[in-house]
């Protein structure tokens, strides 16, 4: 459970401990030098700005810095999301298959981590241990399962978010669309040796339906059979990896209750959620009353695993005394009698934080790009216009970009 511990403290030793250099030297091996960021980041514990005022305090950085502009994948998928809405959630075009040949359920012995495709099943595993994944991992996981068991994209990606501590639809789900590419010209495909070259011995997969040729690859990928398990049967003590559960609702001990409208009524309100885990704002009055808010209509379609909940419970707890779960309607009707309320806004819960609440815009680390930019190249060379530095962007100094 603690090894992500929900707390600043920790967000800021994690960004005091990254060297660029070694990140954009490494960042691909499965032992890199990767920051472990991205649940504070996800949950809105740290800002992308934080982030990198923290690490360029130390280090010199330009903004074409491999770090930086990781960070900015992150916004960039947002700023999809953003013009796109629920469209990310469907193939943005069409892939190497139509949608219609990929099968709509992941294979049990996907998810019980017995394929017979180490790296396969070394990345199920760690996944159901820690509920973190390295990237690359990631995208060889996402892309055994689209390309070589024909799953359709949206069932693999609905599945690993739910099992992440840093689950964010938009960065999850259009990173499986890159894959599956369905978001961009062309499929991921990886093979043996990539694996061999990035990840520890355990991963290796000779002899397996991945040892072959990038070529051979794109050909299974354009092939609408799936390829079997090399090894479906369970492992020695008879039973695969025991997938985790997931729920909709917080643990029975979190101490979360139903909306109370009598707690909230003549009082000045300040709304915290899952994706708004910062420091409260000093300019709250003294005596606003800080709510958390789980949204059950978000939780039922994207349930959580049990170390998800406790991450984001436990940083909510130290926030917010009273803690409310329940149906969006049932939190707008408790809100009613609220003098004000104010909150940040997420697009996880846009639909009804706006209608609740004055909601300041989330924080954002790079210019607006107000046209619609349909691959990363083209919105980081219209975010990164004009921007001479990275103190360009720690300092705000610039403007929106078209």
């Not at 903004?63 to 796109?84: A, M, N, P």
């Not at 978001?183 to 070259?197: I, T």
């Not at 072959?212 to 049967?233: F, M, Q």
């Not at 979360?256 to 910062?278: E, I, S, Y």
């Amino acid at each position: 459970m603690d090894s992500f511990p929900p707390t600043l403290a920790d967000a800021d030793a994690r960004i005091a401990a990254v060297h660029p250099v070694a990140y954009a030297r490494t960042r691909n091996a499965l032992d890199g030098a990767v920051s472990g960021l991205s649940p504070y980041i996800t949950h809105g514990m740290v800002t992308l700005a934080h982030v990198l005022s923290g690490v360029a305090a130390q280090h010199t950085l330009d903004v074409q810095h491999k770090f930086v502009s990781e960070l900015g994948w992150r916004e960039y998928f947002r700023h999809v999301w953003h013009h796109r809405g629920d469209g990310i959630l469907h193939s943005l075009h069409e892939g190497p298959l139509p949608d219609a040949a990929y099968a709509r359920e992941l294979p049990a012995d996907i998810r019980q981590a017995c394929t017979g495709v180490p790296v396969v099943d070394e990345a199920v595993r760690v996944l159901n241990a820690t509920g973190m994944l390295h990237n690359h991992a990631r995208l060889w996981l996402a892309s055994y399962v689209v390309h070589v068991r024909k799953v359709q994209w949206r069932v693999g990606a609905d599945w690993l978010y739910g099992h992440l501590l840093d689950g964010d639809l938009a960065s999850n789900h259009l990173s499986w669309q890159w894959v599956a590419g369905t978001g961009s010209r062309k499929p991921y495909l990886f093979n043996a040796d990539n694996v061999a070259r990035y990840a520890p011995p355990s991963w290796h997969s000779p002899g397996t339906v991945i040892d072959t040729s990038y070529e051979a690859l794109d050909i299974l990928a354009r092939r609408p059979a799936p390829c079997e398990p090399a090894n479906g049967r369970p492992h020695v003590d008879g039973v695969g990896v025991i997938e985790p559960a997931l729920t909709g609702v917080p643990p029975s001990t979190s101490g979360v209750m139903a909306p109370n409208a009598a707690a909230v009524a003549g009082r000045d309100v300040w709304l915290v959620h899952p994706w708004n885990l910062g420091p409260l704002p000093t300019t709250l009055p003294a005596d606003a009353l800080v709510i958390g808010v789980f949204v059950a209509d978000v939780h039922r379609a994207w349930p959580w695993s049990e170390r998800r909940w406790h991450f984001v419970g436990s940083r909510m707890a130290e926030l917010a005394t009273d803690r409310w779960s329940g149906d969006a309607a049932a939190i707008g009707a408790a809100l009613q009698g609220a003098r004000t309320v104010r909150s940040i806004d997420d697009p996880h819960l846009t639909p009804w934080l706006t209608r609740w609440a004055a909601c300041d815009a989330a924080p954002t680390l790079f210019p607006p790009v107000d046209r619609r930019c349909d691959s990363f190249s083209q919105w980081w060379t219209r975010a990164t216009r004009g921007l001479t530095s990275v103190a360009d962007l720690r300092a705000g100094t610039r403007a929106p970009a078209s």
